[in-house]
């Protein structure tokens, strides 16, 4: 399995981006997946992540404003990202799990290349 992440780019607070996850050599529909994001100087964290059926969970800071889904025909998870604040400025990174969704960027054994998300304030 591999994935590809795209999507980010520079944006002006309060602005919008949706992420994109294409996955190869899998399908979507089977994987916990996951979005995480790490910043210059600290660690990778939480942002999204999505199992089967569509069971989502989001990190608090992210509630209300990002959105995750996917879409199995495309075999592509999303992150949309509303409202975004320079605070969200970070290299997003998709990653896969067997099984259920989890927290922890350590369950995840597969990663994508991250794309760069910048948020101008």
């Known amino acids: 399995v591999q994935l590809q992440a795209s999507g980010g780019g520079l944006v002006q607070a309060g602005d919008s981006l949706r992420l994109s996850c294409a996955v190869s050599?899998?399908?979507?529909?089977?994987?916990?997946m996951g979005w995480f994001r790490q910043a210059p100087g600290k660690e990778r964290e939480f942002v999204a992540a999505?199992?089967?059926?569509?069971?989502?969970s989001y990190a608090d800071s992210m509630k209300g404003r990002f959105v995750i889904s996917r879409d199995i025909a495309k075999n592509t998870m999303f992150l949309q990202m509303n409202s975004l604040k320079p605070e969200d400025t970070a290299v997003y990174y998709c990653a896969v799990k067997g099984g259920t969704y989890s927290y922890s960027a350590q369950d995840y054994k597969i990663w994508g290349q991250g794309t760069q998300v910048t948020v101008s304030s």
């Open positions: 999505i199992d089967w059926p569509s069971r989502t």
């Open positions: 050599g899998g399908t979507v529909a089977v994987y916990g």
